[in-house]
């Protein structure tokens, strides 16, 4: 028989029933927040139904908080709506004894920040989330994805999801990376290589000496990602950076007990004779830092790169899409990615919003200073993460430099609160979707490293960091 | 949740590939704490300009169209965000059904717990569908029992489809309720659980109150 992948392994030891081709997995960490639990709790009080394991469940305010004025709490929320959003989660939470990390509690900030540095996120686990991007849980070794409200509402109720089993896909990355390529860059590079549904239907597993050389940061970074791929989830097997990520954190096991968790932690890998449905490979050192230039997560380009023609595009469907992308971009085919200039600079993100993102732009920004015209933005990911940065004297840099030093939140990923790009502003930002319209309406998103998005800042326009004056 | 057998009325072509959940539902409504009222959210910055008017070259806002019920898409339909909003404002709007040649795997959830349709076709078929529809007002029908399009020159199309989610959409089941007929298996795993990763539960875990 042939052996398990460490998807098969994590799926197995969660079944607790099948039918129809589908299965009931135990959950073992719901995460929550504001934006996509309001109905869910309504429907459960409308049922007569409590919350199953509120031991098992962890909330945060970020998807539609501000980022200035957090002291206040609630009252910092100028939107009557968003408001009542947020004390909404509050009550609910209240009644069910979940514990909630609230506005000002510096353990807030993005969930997919918040659960691994708690040591929340632990390997070997079911993680959802009501958010697409919960697959950046994935990096520790956990089968994490994202779900609708109404399976938000079926967690809160049975700590279960129906499941149907994915595809096991495995990619390699392959060579080592050359200077300034970030683990941003290999997952734009992955998604530029299979397109944005080119793993719909699979769990991505991540491997090869690049992944291995990683960090917790850069494999979250990549893992978050996953869904750009149109992935269930992604994962990279745990191993000794795993492990010591996780000694010491609130949620951790306790000293007694850390010896039997990390020798269970470490049977959460792919048998040598396991067998994968697709094989992808990608080779590292033939990846230059990586831009977007369209609306699309797969529409890349190498910072030394030129914005693409349509004609390029032999599928007319695709020639049409490019077209569409180019004109709501404002790009001209043809042109140096690195004379596209920018105005506005977004650094933070569930992707890009942990301390080593930010070590990289102050490590970039340090002595010198953002470019006239040019607003820029920092948001950490978490009030530990701003703490941190602080202390590191990381905050002081990059507002001596012209950076805006903001508090955590999901802020201008999704634009759901103030922050967000003016109609036809174009921004060089580390989040991770530059669709139409996702960063304020009309609105440029250019995807990329925070060390580009760094430089871009400081020159005001989009700029090859490896050949950027040091 | 709304049951699903045959759903009849005239198709809305819009095959652009990836269309994506920001598109069907614009994050200044994700402020939302209710399920209802999304439909005109829907295609929000699609459908109206900055002052609101109706942006004309738009397929919703041309005639045959306005009241669709099906939705003839692209690739990976409904791909990004998880937001069940795009489901509720589709089905607000009168969508019951979209037809794509894929779909984003969350969306796809989100659309079965909702009792929205949704038909996956080869490519090829699904154009040929879009082209029937251009400019129809008339009926398309959907059987989903027996899993049968019928379109307005009354070509018969068959259709595969998962057959859990059939028989749960045709019920309109309480899925939390038909899980909760799981209580052995759950509390069993939990106590096995409790035993075998002490570190998760007990007074020393996180998220216990103390």
Known sequence: MAGKTLYDKIWDAHVLASEDGRSLLYVDLHLIHEVTTPQAFEGLRSSGRSVRRPDRTLAVADHNVPTIGQANGVAAIANHDSRTQLQTLQSNVA??????????????????????????????????????????????????????????????????????????????????????????????????????????GCVIEYAGEAIRALTMEGRMTLCNMSIEAGA??????????????????????????????????????????????????????????????????????????KVPSPTEFGDPVKAASVRRSLDYMGLTAGMPITDIRIERVFIGSCTNGRIEDLRQAAAVAGGRHVAPGVRAMVVPGSGRVRLQAEAEGLARTLIEAGFEW???????????????????????????????????????????????AAAAAITGHITDIRIFPS | MKRVDIITGNAVPLLQANVDTDQILPKQFLRTISREGLAGALFFDWRFDETGAEIPDFILNQTPYRHASILIAGENFACGSSREHAVWALLDYGISCVIAPSFA??????????????????????????????????????????QIITTPSG????????????RK??????????????????????????????????????????
């Open chain 1, 95 to 200: 009644a069910a004894g979940i514990e909630f990390f609230g506005l000002n509690d510096p353990r807030n900030g993005v969930v997919h920040v918040v659960g691994p540095e708690q040591g929340r996120t632990q390997p070997g686990m079911v993680i959802v989330c009501g958010d697409s991007h919960t697959s950046t849980h994935g990096a520790f070794g956990a089968l994490a994805f994202g779900v609708g409200t109404s399976e938000v509402e079926h967690v809160l109720a049975t700590q279960t999801i129906w499941q149907g089993r994915s595809r096991n896909m495995r990619i390699q990355f392959v060579g080592a990376a050359a200077p300034w390529v970030e683990a941003k860059d290999l997952a734009l590079a992955m998604i530029g290589q299979i397109g944005t549904g080119g793993a719909t």
């Open chain 1, 232 to 305: 269930r989830a992604g994962i990279v097997a745990p191993d000794e950076v795993t492990f010591s990520y996780l000694r010491g954190r609130p949620g951790s096991p306790a000293d007694s007990l850390r010896n039997q968790a990390e020798l269970h932690w470490s049977q959460y890998f792919t048998d040598e004779d396991a067998v994968f449905d697709d094989e992808i490979v990608v080779d590292v050192s033939k990846i230059a830092p990586v831009v977007t230039w369209g609306t699309s997560p797969q529409d890349i380009a190498p910072v030394d790169g």
């Open chain 1, 406 to 452: 903001r508090e955590p939140g999901c802020s201008m990923c999704l634009a759901m609160n103030d922050d967000r790009l003016e109609p036809l502003e174009r921004c060089a930002s580390t989040s991770n979707r530059n669709f139409e319209g996702r960063q304020g309406r009309d609105g440029r998103t250019h995807l990329m490293s925070p060390a580009m």
């Open chain 2, 105 to 146: 795997e969350i969306f796809a959830g989100n659309a079965a717990n909702n009792g929205l349709l949704l038909i996956t076709l080869p490519k090829a078929d699904v154009e040929a569908l879009a082209a029937e529809a251009a400019g129809q007002s008339t009926d398309f029908r959907i059987d989903l029992p027996l």
């Open chain 2, 155 to 166: 070509r018969e199309l068959a259709f595969e489809f998962d057959a859990g989610t059939k």
């Open chain 2, 169 to 210: 959409l045709i019920a309109g089941l309480d899925a939390i309720g038909e899980t909760q007929l799981h209580e052995r298996a759950i509390a069993a795993f939990e106590t096995q659980q409790n035993e075998a990763l002490p570190w998760l539960s007990g007074s020393s875990a996180p998220g216990i109150a103390r």
